[in-house]
């Protein structure tokens, strides 16, 4: 599907309009559309509500309705839903082409559109024999007076790009393999480092050495970095979790947790897709990137609990559960990361089934040494339309990371604030350094899907940290 521009519309081609509708009052509103075909939908029981969709006729047009509902209430949201309708509506109905007349005028709300619409269309058919239906969805026309604005559509095909990889089958993207796509992302102000196995060997990154020792395929460790032209206004990090596939290891998942673990890539998924949109959006803030890939698997060399690794830093880990390997490898991205010298790093990682447990699968769980980033980042979060909740980093918890034999262990007690502890144990490879956690798990996979996101991956937090890089305008209102 692509977005094109145009000043006038078409009588003979489909056109998508959008109502708001006051529940109470039943007051309409629809650009120039005859208050008959209004009348009629509201016959047909369309109530304008948010993500609702009507389908009519005038003449021999074919008319879609899509509801805001409550002028107040309607924001940046409202506008990605009520778009993501149309085109689903569109592409299950077979239209090629559909004119969509925005509600207004306004850079913002076509960028939402255009984000929703965009996010709302997307479909991995790349493992279909039968790729496209014959007809479906080639053309979006939006119709306005002024000229497009620029980049609309960046955000909603980094996101696209980073559900792209999260659903590619896992033996298509071992390390190696996803290493590989991050350098196609060089060029623009972007440069992508990979560091191999013997590199990892020399830098001392034991503890994602160890985890890997059980798979096939040796890991990897990518850094990108963004570079504004001219004087940058501030730096961050963000750091991915990528295990391209984590069956547990030893501490092997039962069958049906392993079902859509190719999904605990997603956070390096999400790094790779904010460096995709990073050359569109152009912000003034230097953006470094980290992404630690690598299998976690039960193979012949396996690290078994009660191994002990080294991390980068020199502090020792005991393994007592291999299936807590986010942790231990983002223990020596982390080491890596914090030696860059940003304001801020931040975190993200589909690290604790204990997330979805706290929060349900509509917050991302937010963790952080520093009040401001977290706010900046809940903000970028409000902005982008993905939610984040805070949990505490408690101090006292840490007794559940003490070891007999090492400087810490990689779990703490079974049963209690698992999300937190798994925090906590990261902030032992951050220093004192602005650090922020977001733990993905929750988030990252849709199995039923929504209106902006079919099942499957979601491409969670890519809008968010594009949000936070492009610096969150202060309150409009
Ligand atoms: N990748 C999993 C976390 C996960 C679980 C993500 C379910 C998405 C859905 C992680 O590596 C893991 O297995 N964590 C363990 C930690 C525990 C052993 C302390 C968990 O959550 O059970
Ligand atoms: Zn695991
Ligand atoms: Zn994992």
């Known amino acids: 599907m692509k977005i094109f521009h145009s000043t006038k519309i078409k009588s003979h081609r489909p056109a998508a309009y959008f109502v708001y509708a006051d529940g109470n009052e039943r007051r309409w509103a629809a650009g120039e559309l005859p208050v008959s075909l209004l009348v009629q939908a509201r016959e047909d029981g369309f109530t304008g509500k948010p993500g609702s969709l009507a ?13 805001l509902g409550k002028k107040e209430e309607a924001d940046d949201n409202t506008f990605r839903s009520a778009a993501a309708a149309i085109v689903r509506h569109s592409v299950d109905a077979l239209l090629p082409v559909v004119q969509v007349v925005p509600p207004n005028a306004s850079p913002r709300s076509l960028h939402a559109l255009a984000e929703g619409a965009i996010l709302g269309g997307y479909c991995f058919n790349t493992y279909k024999s039968n790729k496209s239906k014959p007809a479906s969805l080639k053309q979006l026309i939006f119709i306005t007076a002024t000229k497009k604005p620029a980049n609309a559509g960046a955000v909603g095909r980094a996101v696209n790009f980073a559900r792209d990889l999260i659903n590619r089958p896992p033996s298509d993207k071992r390390p190696m393999v996803l290493a590989k796509v991050a350098r196609t992302l060089a060029g623009r102000g972007v440069t992508v480092r990979v560091f191999g196995k013997a590199q990892l060997k020399r830098m001392g990154a034991n ?7 059980g798979s096939a395929h040796p890991p990897a460790l990518v850094h990108l970095r963004y570079r504004p032209k001219g004087m940058a206004k501030g730096s961050v990090v963000f750091v991915g979790k990528g295990v391209t596939f984590d069956s547990g290891g030893l ?14 890539m997603a956070g390096a998924a999400a790094v790779f897709g904010v460096f995709k949109a990073l050359p569109e959006l152009k912000p003034s803030m230097e953006v470094h990137g980290v992404a630690v890939l690598t299998e976690n698997m039960p193979g012949p060399d396996a690290y078994k609990p009660g191994d002990v690794v080294k991390a980068m830093n020199g502090k020792t ?4 559960n291999t299936d807590a390997e986010g942790r231990v490898i983002l223990a020596d991205a982390l080491v890596f990361a914090s030696r860059l010298k940003t304001d801020a790093v931040i975190d993200v990682a589909t690290l604790t089934g204990a997330a979805t447990v706290a929060l349900g699968k509509a917050y991302a769980a937010l963790m952080s040494n520093t009040a401001e980033l977290e706010a900046a980042l809940r903000a970028a979060g409000e902005q982008a339309g993905e939610k984040l909740w805070p949990l505490p980093l408690e101090k006292t918890y840490l007794d559940h990371l003490q070891s007999k034999v090492a400087d810490l262990k990689n779990i703490g007690n079974p049963g209690e604030a698992g999300t937190i502890v798994g925090g906590l144990f990261l902030q032992q490879f951050v ?3 602005p650090w922020a ?5 929750s988030v990252g996979w849709n199995g039923t899907g929504s209106l902006l996101s079919p099942p499957g991956a979601t491409g969670a937090m890519v809008r968010t940290f594009l949000a936070y890089a492009m610096g969150t305008p202060k309150a409009e209102k």
Do not use: C, F, W
Not at 55 to 67: C, D, F, N, P
Not at 317 to 320: A, H, K, N, R, T
């Open 207 to 213: 503890a994602l050495l160890g985890v890997n020792r």
């Open 437 to 441: 956690h977001v733990d993905m798990a």
């Open 55 to 67: 389908t009519l006729r005038h003449g021999s047009q074919k008319i879609l309705l899509a509801g």
């Open 317 to 320: 880990i005991e393994v007592l």
């Open 431 to 433: 220093g004192d350094k």
């Open 251 to 264: 501490s092997l998942k039962p069958a049906d947790g392993m079902m859509t673990m190719k999904y605990d």
